[in-house]
């Protein structure tokens, strides 16, 4: 049976993602990140959306070339449908519209949280795929969630932030040490050379499944406030320390919460997905427990736990098989509902 090509486009916030797959292969995947929006510190949508529309034709025009395919073998083209940024979502639809119109193939719609639950399923050589049932904890700069997967088509959301999503927090906070932009990665840095337990943060005490993380930045705000009127180089001195305490902080929130669904619901396969996933105290710290604890755990490749079109594509393969085409007058959205 011929597996179906698909073209992917990933256009949530302000990466620019191009992927095609034959089946849940990976014939090409190509992010083009828009590095100036460093210079804000956080992401302008603005010029997000300007960069998608200057950089989408020539990444698609190299994704068809890595991917040593022609136009007309693609079926389908997919695109993120939501949540996100409404610029930038827009610009993807819009163009996944217009090449589906030009080539006369089917556009699939791909929720984004969902895609990276899914992104579990892309064939990597060496890995498995989770088996249903798999508890699945998203967690980026725009969402942290834990989710109960089913199958392909049924995911009931457990628990969600009430606030900032983790990566949020982990990037305002860095913002308030003075590190750069994206700040997670640069606590990531420094905090392997710091003593996880030199500065104590409390808990939120937050109920049942959901986190809470402005708390935790606004206390970590009145600590660093606090202690520059004593020492105005307290940040210098203790960057390493201070990266490291708070790392912990945030990521034992996390922790504690996915050890609460898997006693509620007994589901011992879990995965996590999202850039955050990324963090290397977050990969060392679920493996060694997950290995203490007998627990099946799921971890992807970095290129494939941020946002990528690989996802997009791998999600959209699926909905291909049972013909869950769009038109071509749907519309994105920014808060999009929760079904595939």
């Given at each position: 049976m011929k597996k179906p090509i698909l073209l992917a486009i990933e256009s949530s916030c302000d990466d620019t993602a191009i992927a095609i797959v034959k089946g849940n292969s990976i014939l090409s995947n190509i992010i083009g990140v828009q590095h100036i929006h460093n210079f804000y510190g956080g992401v302008n949508p603005e010029i997000a959306s300007r960069y998608h529309q200057r950089d989408i034709v020539l990444l698609v025009h190299q994704a068809i070339f890595?991917?040593?395919?022609?136009?007309?073998?693609?079926?389908?083209?997919?695109?993120?449908?939501?949540?996100?940024?409404i610029g930038s979502l827009l610009i993807g639809a819009s163009f996944a519209k217009s090449l589906a119109i030009a080539w006369m193939i089917p556009i699939i719609g791909v929720h984004h949280i969902q895609?990276?639950?899914?992104?579990?399923?892309?064939?990597?050589?060496?890995r498995s795929s989770p088996k249903f049932p798999f508890l699945c904890l998203t967690i980026s700069g725009g969402h942290t969630q834990i989710i109960l997967v089913e199958n392909f088509f049924k995911m009931t959301i457990l628990g969600q932030t009430i606030d900032d999503a983790v990566g949020e927090a982990f990037d305002k906070i860095a913002k308030i040490a003075g590190l750069p932009y994206p700040g997670g990665i640069w606590i990531d840095y420094y905090a392997k050379n710091g003593n996880p337990k030199k500065i104590f943060f409390s808990k939120p005490k937050i109920g049942g499944l959901d986190f809470s993380f402005s708390g935790l930045k606004t206390q970590f705000f009145s600590f660093i406030r606090k202690e520059l009127k004593k020492d105005p180089k307290f940040i210098i001195h203790n960057l390493y320390d201070i990266c490291a305490s708070i790392q912990k902080s945030l990521i034992d929130l996390l922790f504690d919460k996915m050890l609460l669904a898997i006693r509620q619901t007994k589901i011992f396969s879990i995965a996590l997905s999202g850039g955050v996933s990324s963090n290397s105290y977050v990969r060392t710290k679920f493996s060694k427990v997950a290995s203490k604890k007998g627990l099946k755990l799921h971890l992807l490749p970095v290129e494939f736990?941020?946002?990528?079109?690989?996802?997009?594509?791998?999600?959209?393969?699926?909905?291909?098989?049972?013909?869950?085409?769009?038109?071509?007058?749907?519309?994105?959205?920014a808060n999009c509902g929760w079904n595939l």
């Amino acid at each position: 049976m011929k597996k179906p090509i698909l073209l992917a486009i990933e256009s949530s916030c302000d990466d620019t993602a191009i992927a095609i797959v034959k089946g849940n292969s990976i014939l090409s995947n190509i992010i083009g990140v828009q590095h100036i929006h460093n210079f804000y510190g956080g992401v302008n949508p603005e010029i997000a959306s300007r960069y998608h529309q200057r950089d989408i034709v020539l990444l698609v025009h190299q994704a068809i070339f890595e991917a040593n395919i022609v136009k007309k073998q693609i079926d389908a083209v997919a695109f993120t449908k939501g949540p996100g940024l409404i610029g930038s979502l827009l610009i993807g639809a819009s163009f996944a519209k217009s090449l589906a119109i030009a080539w006369m193939i089917p556009i699939i719609g791909v929720h984004h949280i969902q895609a990276h639950i899914l992104s579990h399923f892309i064939e990597i050589e060496g890995r498995s795929s989770p088996k249903f049932p798999f508890l699945c904890l998203t967690i980026s700069g725009g969402h942290t969630q834990i989710i109960l997967v089913e199958n392909f088509f049924k995911m009931t959301i457990l628990g969600q932030t009430i606030d900032d999503a983790v990566g949020e927090a982990f990037d305002k906070i860095a913002k308030i040490a003075g590190l750069p932009y994206p700040g997670g990665i640069w606590i990531d840095y420094y905090a392997k050379n710091g003593n996880p337990k030199k500065i104590f943060f409390s808990k939120p005490k937050i109920g049942g499944l959901d986190f809470s993380f402005s708390g935790l930045k606004t206390q970590f705000f009145s600590f660093i406030r606090k202690e520059l009127k004593k020492d105005p180089k307290f940040i210098i001195h203790n960057l390493y320390d201070i990266c490291a305490s708070i790392q912990k902080s945030l990521i034992d929130l996390l922790f504690d919460k996915m050890l609460l669904a898997i006693r509620q619901t007994k589901i011992f396969s879990i995965a996590l997905s999202g850039g955050v996933s990324s963090n290397s105290y977050v990969r060392t710290k679920f493996s060694k427990v997950a290995s203490k604890k007998g627990l099946k755990l799921h971890l992807l490749p970095v290129e494939f736990a941020t946002d990528n079109a690989a996802m997009i594509a791998v999600s959209a393969q699926i909905k291909y098989s049972s013909a869950l085409f769009d038109n071509l007058d749907f519309v994105p959205g920014a808060n999009c509902g929760w079904n595939l």
